[in-house]
């Protein structure tokens, strides 16, 4: 039922995707008899008791008041990819912080915008193309040279820097990139059949089940 209710959403080549939902079936694709509703009204919870709607004011509330924070202890918990978890344990990576904060903002009416930098995930305001915020560290507000320095940071000066680092991200690559981050995660750990799972979602994303599509093709053409 959730894996047909993915598919059906990702068929559309659209990015009005609201990330709150497939972000929540897909946790409940990964945990049988999750509920749904009970997260969605969590995160109405906290958008109604944010005290200032801005992008600003959100991050306060969400990083300084109620302590969401980046989850350094154990980074790699597929759980720190399920939204319900995230809201449950306050604590997540950069993309499922950043997904939380963008769906605070929707309810209040602020519209946060996801920004794909390579290795760090960061959210901004969609009037604002100088500030960002960094939800795995607190929300710390950065300019585009702090972006910039904390990209280099993060990979060592090994990959090269590029302004579009730091555009916004349509939702629909935010699920993609999400998807990513599963298999990755999966593919290190002895679960099979969550790797599955994720593989199944995977293959109801059409530019996903492509491209899978020629690497299985690659690899086969070894052994011909």
Request: glycine letters at 2%.
């Given at each position: 039922m959730n894996s047909a209710r993915?598919?059906?959403?990702?068929?559309?080549?659209?990015?009005?995707?609201?990330?709150?939902?497939?972000?929540?079936?897909?946790?409940?694709?990964?945990?049988?008899?999750?509920?749904?509703?009970?997260?969605?009204?969590?995160?109405?919870?906290?958008a109604a008791e944010c005290p200032t709607p801005t992008a600003d004011g959100i991050s306060r509330y969400l990083f300084s008041e109620l302590g969401f924070a980046g989850n350094r202890e154990a980074y790699y918990d597929w759980r720190n990819s399920c939204l319900d978890r995230v809201i449950a344990t306050r604590t997540g990576i950069p993309i499922s912080l950043s997904i939380l904060m963008i769906e605070v903002g929707r309810r209040l009416g602020v519209e946060l915008q996801g920004v794909g930098m390579p290795a760090h995930f960061l959210v901004k305001a969609a009037d604002s193309d100088s500030v960002f915020f960094d939800p795995f560290d607190g929300g710390r507000q950065l300019n585009r040279l702090q972006a910039r320095e904390l990209f280099e940071s993060i990979t060592r000066g090994q990959a090269p820097w590029s302004e579009s680092h730091l555009d916004p991200t349509p939702n629909r690559a935010i699920v993609i990139r999400m998807l990513n981050n599963l298999k990755a995660v999966f593919a290190r750990r002895s679960d099979e059949v969550r790797f599955a799972l994720v593989m199944q979602l995977r293959s109801q994303v059409p530019e996903l089940a492509v491209l899978e599509a020629d690497e299985f093709d690659s690899a086969n053409a070894i052994f011909n």
């Open positions: 993915f598919a059906k959403l990702m068929a559309s080549d659209s990015d009005s995707l609201d990330l709150d939902e497939v972000s929540l079936i897909m946790s409940a694709v990964l945990q049988p008899g999750l509920d749904e509703i009970e997260w969605f009204a969590a995160l109405d919870l906290i």
